[in-house]
């Protein structure tokens, strides 16, 4: 049957500092607001970012000379422009990227998408960000007094986690309104490391062993991989844009989409990448507090939780939608609350329980096998439509609707997604695991571009030998 909005769903307007409402349930045209500039920021916030410097440091580390990590840096974040390009399916649907890919995958195979993409993983970048946090927050119970200890980790892993839920809570308006200041505020504080990191960097940097033949492709597509899985991650990106007017460009749309993420994403990452070239980066943590005076370690350390608070605000808020896209008839508000207990839960594991970490971060090298071959398929849809989706039609979830294909299943989307997963797994090159494609090419990762564009291509081709492009309004 069709989504039927809770009851407090779809009945107010979408303000700053008022709980949203609204869930899934179709944008009405006159409740549209804002301009595609406001999705800068909105981007920006989550990518001035801690992690960044971690990655930039980690492609040095893997040895590559300053020159062609810079590349990859650079290359590697051009994928945000995939992530700005489904952006535009937001203003034309006016409902949730969750709830738009029912147009690639029908009404009941994108529960299982969902299911794996909108909830899971993001349960699991919910964990990962917050524990990177809460090793940074960690000094600051004890400028208060309070003696380092697992009841103190959990402290401050729970004040992060609820700090961030309630942002997720209150929603659109609020997230549009708060992240242009946290952009700024938290720049300032990530030029100021940037600047003391600089001036420690080797610019004549080469590495002690210099890499060759394979050894050198191998880091390179290990290298681009790492920079390349955060793009992927964000198929979310019509979330944020769905309040904007219908006949809102889609170029600005895309592109202060991409734009917000792809600048502070790169400039940062080649922070890290400098840090490398000075700093002892196997440990960032303590390289870069080695290089700020006293005072400005707790503020460093405050800007982290702070971009983890807006990166992860904006996940738990597209988690939530998933949840109701899954088919839960929660409120919006309680679909958040559910995911920030499972990721607060995830995390309280991942800083207390070291194997668990390690068994999530090993997970997350392989996820791309995912992510890549999803964000293939939708940005290949949103190409072969136009742009152009029926958002009603799309929260028509009766047999027979126009987006239910075969017994609610696309058979195109499923077996272009299956495809590129496949392609991707037999091509991935992890530290724990390689497909036999990587093998024979001496470890090469090829897993993001085999799989990304592999199964953009199969979508193209199984949805015209299928004919199921027509659900869409011409």
Same mark, same amino acid.
């Given at each position: ?50 992690? =960044?410097?971690?990655?930039? %440091? /980690? &492609?040095? +580390?893997?040895? $590559?000379?300053?020159?062609? #990590?810079? @590349?990859? *840096?650079? !290359? ?54 917050? =524990?990177?946090?809460?090793? %940074? /927050? &960690?000094? +600051?119970?004890? $400028?208060?007094?309070?003696? #380092?200890? @697992?009841? *103190?980790? !959990? ?59 394979? %050894?050198? &492709? ?257």
């Amino acid at each position: 049957m069709a989504h039927t909005p809770t009851a407090r769903e779809g009945v107010g307007r979408d303000r700053a500092g008022q709980v949203e409402t609204r869930g899934i349930d179709q944008v009405p045209d006159g409740e549209r607001h804002g301009r595609p500039a406001e999705l800068f920021a909105v981007w920006a916030a989550p990518n001035v970012s801690y992690l =960044s410097f971690v990655v930039g %440091a /980690a &492609l040095v +580390l893997l040895g $590559l000379p300053l020159g062609e #990590a810079v @590349a990859v *840096v650079l !290359a590697g974040n051009l994928l945000w422009l995939l992530t700005g390009y489904v952006a535009i399916s937001g203003p034309a649907a006016g409902t949730a990227g969750s709830v738009i890919s029912r147009a690639m995958y029908g009404i009941r195979a994108n529960r299982a998408v969902v299911a794996v993409t909108g909830w899971l993983i993001s349960s699991l970048y919910l964990a990962l960000n917050w =524990s990177a946090a809460s090793v %940074a /927050a &960690l000094g +600051l119970p004890e $400028l208060v007094g309070l003696p #380092a200890s @697992a009841a *103190v980790e !959990a402290v401050v892993v729970c004040v992060i986690a609820a700090v961030t839920v309630l942002v997720a809570l209150f929603g659109h308006a609020t997230i549009v309104r708060l992240y242009p200041a946290l952009t700024v505020l938290l720049t300032v504080v990530f030029v100021v490391v940037s600047v003391l990191v600089v001036l420690r960097a080797d610019w004549a940097y080469v590495p002690a062993e210099p890499l060759r033949g394979t %050894a050198h &492709l191998v880091a390179l597509a290990a290298g681009f991989t790492l920079v390349a899985s955060a793009p992927l991650s964000y198929a979310n990106s019509p979330d944020l844009a769905r309040y904007l007017p219908r006949d809102s460009s889609r170029r600005a749309v895309a592109l202060w989409t991409a734009a917000g993420a792809y600048l502070p994403s790169a400039v940062f990452t080649v922070v890290g990448v400098l840090a490398a070239t000075g700093l002892d980066m196997t440990d960032p943590q303590r390289a870069l507090e080695g290089v700020m005076p006293g005072w400005f370690v707790p503020v460093f350390a405050l800007g982290v939780v702070g971009n983890t608070v807006a990166n992860n605000a904006m996940t738990a808020y597209s988690a939530g939608l998933s949840v109701q896209s899954i088919g839960i008839r929660l409120p919006r508000a309680a679909a958040v609350l559910v995911v920030g207990a499972v990721g607060a839960g995830l995390t309280l594991f991942a800083v207390l329980v070291f194997d668990f970490l390690t068994a999530v971060n090993t997970m997350m090298e392989l996820v791309v096998v995912v992510t890549g071959p999803c964000m293939g398929v939708f940005a290949a849809d949103v190409l072969l439509r136009r742009g152009r989706y029926d958002g009603r039609a799309l929260l028509d979830e009766r047999p027979g609707s126009p987006y239910w294909y075969r017994a609610g299943i696309n058979p195109a989307g499923v077996l272009a997604t299956l495809v590129g997963i496949g392609a991707a797994v037999v091509c991935a090159g992890a530290s724990t695991w390689s497909g036999p494609v990587a093998e024979a090419l001496g470890g090469v990762n090829l897993a993001v571009p085999v799989g990304v564009v592999g199964a953009a291509a199969a979508y193209g081709l199984l949805a015209r030998a299928f004919g199921t492009l027509p659900a869409g309004p011409r």
